[in-house]
């Protein structure tokens, strides 16, 4: 089971961590993925993070503002945003494959479990 958090409301230019808190199993195999689906569009893969070996995949389009990593907390992983945009508004999922270890191919793939999203809205 995952739960993401961490959302809510910010302003263009601030940064925001999100983070993603397994259940049920331990983070040491399986690839864990953040995915965002803004209204009206498709859902897409933003970042994902292998956790057997802490390799990850950033797609270009947010690449240089979008930081995966292990959180702090155990069996979590965080999700940095830096220069939020109003293009950044979207809810926001964590995902994982329970048998996929690679962080570009779950990016790629169709993860089979997922967290309930949590809401990021940039606005001024």
């Known amino acids: 089971q995952l739960q993401a958090s961490g959302g809510g409301l910010v302003q263009p230019g601030e940064s925001l961590t999100l983070s993603c808190k397994a259940s049920g199993f331990t983070l040491n195999r399986p690839a864990i993925g953040w995915f965002r689906q803004a209204p009206g569009k498709e859902r897409e893969a933003v970042s994902c993070?292998?956790?057997?070996?802490?390799?990850?995949f950033v797609p270009d389009f947010v690449k240089g503002r979008f930081t995966v990593s292990r959180g702090k907390a155990k069996n979590t992983v965080e999700l940095r945003i830096d220069n939020l945009t109003p293009e950044d508004t979207a809810v926001y999922y964590c995902a994982t494959d329970l048998g996929q270890a690679s962080s570009h191919a779950l990016c790629h793939g169709r993860p089979m479990n997922w967290g309930q999203g949590t809401q990021v809205t940039v606005s001024s």
């Open positions: 993070l292998s956790t057997n070996n802490d390799t990850t």
